[in-house]
């Protein structure tokens, strides 16, 4: 499956932005989403996670309360919705699918995700 992800930008702290990021393909569906970010000179950082068909979301400690991820499986899309941004988001976000069975003491485990997009800039300024 091919990953494109979008929707980053400059938004100011306390602002809000929502990312998307579309597959291709008929298999969309048979994938956990997940949502992972590297900051300039930091690791890559596990963000979010959606199970195949919704039910189950799980969230980065620094992102719980202000992050929410969706899909629309009609649509082979999955969503961030990231709200009351702050300067420390700013980073790549790259959206990877997992053929695997969902293991919420796994999902930040970014080598377990099959396939991944190319990234999306999101800077967020004081």
């Known amino acids: 499956v091919q990953l494109q992800a979008s929707g980053g930008g400059l938004v100011q702290a306390g602002g809000s932005l929502r990312l998307s990021c579309a597959a291709s393909?008929?298999?969309?569906?048979?994938?956990?989403m997940g949502w992972f970010r590297q900051a300039p000179g930091k690791e890559r950082e596990f963000v979010s996670v959606?199970?195949?068909?919704?039910?189950?979301?799980y969230y980065g400690d620094s992102v719980k309360g202000r992050f929410t991820i969706s899909r629309d499986n009609a649509k082979n899309t999955v969503y961030l919705q990231m709200n009351s941004l702050k300067p420390e988001d700013t980073a790549v976000y790259y959206c990877?699918?997992?053929?695997?069975?969902?293991?919420?003491?796994?999902?930040?485990?970014?080598?377990?995700?099959?396939?991944w997009g190319q990234g999306t800039l999101v800077t967020v300024s004081s």
């Open positions: 393909g008929r298999t969309f569906s048979r994938y956990n």
């Open positions: 959606i199970s195949r068909n919704g039910g189950s979301t």
């Open positions: 990877a699918a997992d053929s695997g069975v969902l293991n919420p003491q796994r999902v930040t485990n970014q080598y377990l995700y099959d396939y």
